[in-house]
């Protein structure tokens, strides 16, 4: 048994919660059968296909400018194994499948449910998983008109989803909301023009991002999605839990980890002056063993 440790996919600090429907104020659904959501650390994009009795449900989440995107897919073919973790295949317009990722099993409104990371833009991702034969986060492809996803052990399943440019612009519109209900203001990359860069992380990330033990040893895993602000002077002066599902010490333990720990090369203003600046940050934790 392997962990590969903190592994970076793309650092892209761009200065950077299982949809229960009822939950949340729900938008009226748009002629193309998406409908939209938001909380106030995260928005949702999702939509239904019906087959017969079954139906399968796409959701799309985005927590901000940055994040990557939580591709979740819930129907009745999926296992019903809370936490747990499968090997996933994603494929775009019937050209095969990609590279195996890591996938969480969950619930989605009560059915079971697969979620995934993907991106179409930098994103800070990290990963601490059991395995050495997957990626952290897969590809998403906005002008597909299919996708294909296949729960390793399980019949693939195809979705004639028709174009992504909508829902990702209806997200992109969400998530500068968001950035002005966190006070950064719909201004932010007008004002803050150069990103923060972790400095010497390789001193840093591993005291600070830890597997916590309950949940290592439970075999339990969770994306945990975090919101940072990171001060003027390269500290992590707030962190804010946006997604920890399967146990709260995932967020609790990291964030107290960034804030004594984590340094960055604070951002700067069109001026050079150092800034505070926003980072999201997408972690994976998965027992796959």
């Not at 239904?48 to 400018?65: W, Y």
């Not at 591709?71 to 019937?94: I, K, Y």
């Not at 707030?238 to 920890?244: F, G, K, L, N």
Request: aromatic share 8%; charged share 20%.
């Amino acid at each position: 048994m392997t962990i590969l440790r903190g592994c970076l996919l793309v650092l892209g600090a761009l200065g950077g919660a299982n949809l229960a429907v009822g939950a949340v104020a729900v938008r009226a659904q748009s002629a193309d059968g998406w409908q939209y959501s938001e909380s106030a650390e995260s928005c949702r994009a999702y939509r239904s296909f019906s087959e017969g009795e079954a139906s399968t449900v796409l959701q799309l989440r985005s927590f901000g400018p940055g994040s990557a995107v939580e591709a979740t897919v819930a129907g009745p073919q999926v296992p019903r194994e809370p936490n747990a973790v499968r090997m996933v295949e994603l494929g775009w317009d019937g050209a095969g499948f990609e590279e195996h990722q890591v996938g969480i099993l969950g619930t989605l409104g009560g059915t079971p449910s697969v979620s995934l990371l993907t991106a179409h833009r930098p994103v800070s991702a990290f990963v601490f998983y059991f395995s050495e034969r997957a990626v952290a986060v897969s590809r998403l492809d906005p002008t597909a008109q299919a996708m294909q996803l296949r729960v390793v052990g399980n019949a693939p399943r195809a979705l004639q989803i028709g174009s992504l440019a909508e829902p990702l612009r209806r997200l992109a519109e969400c998530e500068a909301g968001l950035m002005e209900k966190w006070g950064w203001g719909r201004d932010y990359y007008q004002r803050v023009v150069t990103a923060p860069v972790m400095r010497d992380p390789q001193r840093w990330f591993y005291k600070a991002i830890v597997y916590p033990a309950v949940p290592n040893l439970n075999r339990t895993s969770s994306f945990l999605q975090l919101r940072l602000k990171v001060d003027a002077a390269g500290r992590v002066a707030e962190c804010v839990v946006q997604s920890s599902p399967g146990s709260s010490q995932f967020g609790e333990k990291n964030c107290t980890g960034l804030r004594r720990q984590a340094r960055f090369d604070p951002a700067l203003d069109a001026q050079g002056q150092p800034v505070e600046s926003y980072v999201q940050m997408s972690i994976t934790f998965a027992r796959y063993d």
